[in-house]
Structure formats: structure tokens, C-alpha cells
């Protein structure tokens, strides 16, 4: 398999974490690099089901070693709940699960100003996760922040956090919020990094020395491109770069070791919080959410729905490099009549064939929209591709095209079993 970088071609919750859990089969190591637990990564093993943040979600098969690379921002008393749960429900998280010392770390006054700076904002709001992302990543690129390898020192974490929390008091008064306890914030913290520790090491002299030893890896990104700190929606995005260029800078594996890119899409397209999407659909969102479907993985929020966006894609393909396409969610379509896909944008009298980087004519562009016959028949039991209807097989194969690239996976369901390797 060689390594390869996952990433959401779309707007998030593209069905990556499904697909990880597929592709790690053949992986010795699943690696995240970027983001922190605003992400939200679903496995159904079996009836079981599973809500990854910020463990890699090649955890849940045996014998696959897991890296938190140094790209991602760590709330530790999160994570440390997160392991628990997973060793609750029978999951060996012990000796294949490494944090890399030089993550930052994420404190409750990130999360307090995420959600100061919300409210403050208004009808501008960005619909944040609320899990403090912006703030951590703000404070690591002021080098005001404090990383994991100074919370499992205790003499200096103590001396960092006083600091922090007297600055960060200062701020949340003024945002009329209430100030945090030193001595809450410590015990919590100490209590956690204690807890994690033996988890902690170089993450990234343990990659190399895997890469030397042969290891495939599978690079596990968070959101999706146009929630890319660069190459998103900007200012509706989240804190990191979730584009492929973030597998490298987030783990310290350099791009002339990184073999393919994989770019996993819905069959449509959703989103979650606010900014701009230009197919949003009502029919389509109310269809998907009478399913019991399309709901937040991490906050729980019903997601916004639309059709499939191509001139989206094909962007993310561009920026990503994507080489093989995972398209999940078919199943979603299945009763529909009629199917769209948008393959370019009116703004007035023009036509557009990117997204633009300007948010406000991005807001105004209208979708020029094509239309599929939908094949209206079950897909959840295909097991071949050859099993899809006619109708199914051709419009899989015409988001393929518009995207420019080729289809590896279609997915007609969220259990391992309903994939279809092309
Ligand atoms: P991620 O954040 O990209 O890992 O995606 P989420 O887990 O947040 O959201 C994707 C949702 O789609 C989850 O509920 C998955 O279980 C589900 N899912 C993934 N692939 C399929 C599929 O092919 N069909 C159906 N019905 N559900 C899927
Ligand atoms: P996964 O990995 C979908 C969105 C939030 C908000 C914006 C900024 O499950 O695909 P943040 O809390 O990061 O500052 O929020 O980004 N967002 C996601 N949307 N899936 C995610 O992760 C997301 N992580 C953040 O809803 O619009
Ligand atoms: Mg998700």
C-alpha cells in the first residue's frame, strides 16, 4: 500500500473515519496530524459504534500502531476520556498508542474564548465546535502556547500554567466571562498528563525508524479542504491545514516519502456550522435528516445538505493531489428521482469555474446544475460494482470525471462490509 494521505474532499464528515478503518487492513500505522477533537470519525464495527476525536481510527484493529502527530492540538483531559472509553468497550490501547511531545496542548481558557469570541461575533459567527481548535493553534503560531512534552513535566507545566491562566484571566474578564482556577486547571491537567505519559515520545523519530523498517503508513486527516486554514472558506474554516500538505508539516514525514493521496467525498454534499455552500438544498437536507441521517458526529448539530458541488471537488483534487476517490453515502441517493450535480457557478452575468477566494461572491454564486436519472433501487446490499444499478454506475463515474480523478472505493453503507473496491 505504500504511504498514502487520506483527506475530506468537502465541507467534513465525508465518511473518513469509515474509510480509514477499511484501508488500515493493510496499514501498519494510521497517523493524525492536524486538527484536534472538533473532528468527529465514525466506525461501525458490527452493531458497535464508534466516535474517534482524537485517536486515530485505526485503532480498532488489533496490531496497527497509532500516532498523534505533532500537527495536532491535544486537549489531554479529552484524550484521556477517550482512551478510557475505548478500553471500556474492549479496545487495547496500550503500547499502540504514541502523543507526540511537541502537539500542542489545548486549555479550558482556548475553549472559554472559542465561545466568548462566538457569542461576540453574532450573526458572523462561524458555528466553531466550541472545543477551543482556533485559540490553541492561535496561541502555537503566537509561540504563547505550552505543549505536551511541558505537561508531563510537572515543576515547569506549574510555572508555564500560572502564567497562562493570569494572562488568559485578564481576557476572559474583559470578555465579562468568568476567570478560570489556577488549581482546577493544574489538578485537571497533572491528573491527565500523568495518565498520558507512557504514551508520550518523538513521534517523529518513531515514524522514520518505521519508514526505515518498511511500514506502510496511512495518514488520517480531520475536516476537510474547504475548512482549510489556507485553502477554505476563509474565515469560515477551522484552524488547521487539512489539506494534504498538513500530513507532512503535522507528522514530520517528508513529501518525497508520501506515495499516493486518497480524497474521500460524499455522493452529496454536506456541512456543518456556517459559510458559504452554494448547492444547500432543503429537499435533499429534510430527506437525509427524516433517515435519521446527516447529524454532527461531535457536537450532534443537523448538518446542512446540498447536491454534489464539482467545481468543489475538482479544486480539492488540484490542491490535494488526490489520486484515488473513496465516494461514500451512496445509499443516500438511493430513493431520489432526479439527481444534481453542480459543474460550474453563475455570479450575475458570468460564469465561474473555481470557487473564489472572495467570500462574499462566493455567497452569490448560483450553481449551474446538471441532472441524473436516480436509479431508485437499494444499493446497501451491492457488494460488487458490478452489482450497482446502471444508473448509479454512471453517475459515480460522472463525479468522478468532473473531479478528475480515479475511483478507488464506493461505499453503499457505514459498515466495513458495504464497500466496493473498484
Ligand atoms: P468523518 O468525520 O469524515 O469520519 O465522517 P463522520 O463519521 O463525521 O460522518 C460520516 C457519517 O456517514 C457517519 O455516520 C458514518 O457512519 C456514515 N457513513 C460513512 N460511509 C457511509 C455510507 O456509505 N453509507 C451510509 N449510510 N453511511 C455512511
Ligand atoms: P471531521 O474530522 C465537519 C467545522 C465547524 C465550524 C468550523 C470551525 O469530523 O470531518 P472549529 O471548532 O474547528 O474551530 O470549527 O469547522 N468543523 C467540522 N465540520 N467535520 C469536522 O471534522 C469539523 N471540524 C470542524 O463546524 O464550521
Ligand atoms: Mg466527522
Redesign the pocket.
Known amino acids: 500500500m505504500a504511504n498514502t494521505i487520506l483527506v475530506?474532499a468537502q465541507?467534513?464528515?465525508?465518511g473518513?473515519?469509515k474509510i480509514i478503518d477499511v484501508l488500515t487492513e493493510e496499514a501498519d500505522m494510521v497517523v493524525r496530524t492536524q486538527?484536534?477533537n472538533?473532528?468527529?470519525?465514525t466506525v461501525f464495527l458490527g452493531k458497535d459504534k464508534f466516535v474517534l476525536h482524537l485517536v486515530p481510527s485505526g485503532i480498532l484493529r488489533r496490531g496497527k500502531r497509532c500516532i498523534i502527530g505533532n500537527g495536532v492540538v491535544v486537549d489531554p483531559v479529552s484524550l484521556k476520556a477517550e482512551i478510557e472509553g475505548l478500553r471500556q468497550h474492549g479496545v487495547k490501547v496500550d503500547g499502540n498508542l504514541f502523543l507526540s511531545e511537541t502537539a500542542h496542548v489545548v486549555f479550558p481558557y482556548h475553549r472559554e474564548l472559542?465561545a466568548q469570541r462566538e457569542t461576540l461575533k453574532g450573526e458572523q459567527k462561524?458555528?466553531?465546535?466550541?472545543?477551543?481548535?482556533?485559540p490553541a493553534y492561535g496561541d502555537k503560531a503566537a509561540r504563547t502556547g505550552l505543549r505536551v512534552i511541558d505537561l508531563v513535566n510537572p515543576p515547569r507545566f506549574e510555572t508555564l500554567l500560572r502564567r497562562k491562566i493570569q494572562e488568559n484571566n485578564e481576557i476572559l474578564k474583559a470578555f465579562g466571562a468568568r476567570p478560570l482556577s489556577f488549581r482546577k486547571v493544574l489538578a485537571d491537567y497533572r491528573a491527565a498528563g500523568d495518565f498520558l505519559k507512557p504514551f508520550v515520545t518523538n513521534t517523529v523519530r518513531l515514524l522514520h525508524e518505521a519508514i526505515l523498517g518498511g511500514a506502510n503508513l496511512l495518514f488520517e486527516?480531520?475536516?476537510?479542504t474547504f475548512?482549510d486554514i489556507d485553502h477554505g472558506t476563509y474565515p469560515?474554516?477551522?484552524?488547521?491545514n487539512?489539506t494534504s500538505g498538513g500530513a507532512c508539516t503535522g507528522s514530520g514525514v517528508p513529501p518525497n516519502r508520501m506515495d499516493r493521496v486518497v480524497g474521500v467525498m460524499k455522493a452529496y454534499t454536506?456541512?456543518?456550522?456556517?459559510?458559504p455552500l452554494p448547492t444547500e438544498n432543503a429537499e435533499i437536507a429534510d430527506m437525509l435528516h427524516a433517515l435519521g441521517r446527516e447529524f454532527?458526529?461531535?457536537?450532534g448539530?443537523p448538518?446542512r445538505c446540498g447536491w454534489f458541488d464539482a467545481v468543489a471537488t475538482q479544486e480539492a483534487a488540484m490542491v490535494n493531489g488526490i489520486d484515488d476517490l473513496a465516494i461514500t453515502n451512496i445509499d443516500g441517493l438511493d430513493t431520489l428521482d432526479v439527481i444534481k450535480v453542480c459543474v460550474g457557478y453563475r455570479l450575475g452575468r458570468e460564469r465561474v469555474d473555481c470557487v473564489p477566494n472572495d467570500i462574499e461572491q462566493l455567497t452569490k454564486c448560483e450553481p449551474v446544475y446538471v441532472e441524473f436519472p436516480g436509479w431508485k433501487t437499494p444499493t446497501t446490499q451491492a457488494r460488487r460494482w458490478q452489482s450497482l444499478p446502471v444508473k448509479c454506475r454512471s453517475y459515480l463515474k460522472a463525479i468522478t470525471e468532473l473531479t478528475g480523478a480515479k475511483l478507488l472505493i464506493a461505499s453503499v453503507g457505514p459498515d466495513r462490509r458495504q464497500t466496493i473496491f473498484v
Do not use: C, F, M, P
Open positions: 475530506g465541507w467534513g464528515d465525508e473518513k473515519g486538527g484536534g472538533n473532528a468527529g470519525h472559542d462561524i458555528g466553531t465546535t466550541k472545543r477551543g481548535i482556533g486527516g480531520a475536516q476537510g475548512l469560515y474554516v477551522t484552524s488547521s487539512t454536506t456541512r456543518v456550522g456556517e459559510g454532527g458526529a461531535t457536537t448539530r448538518r
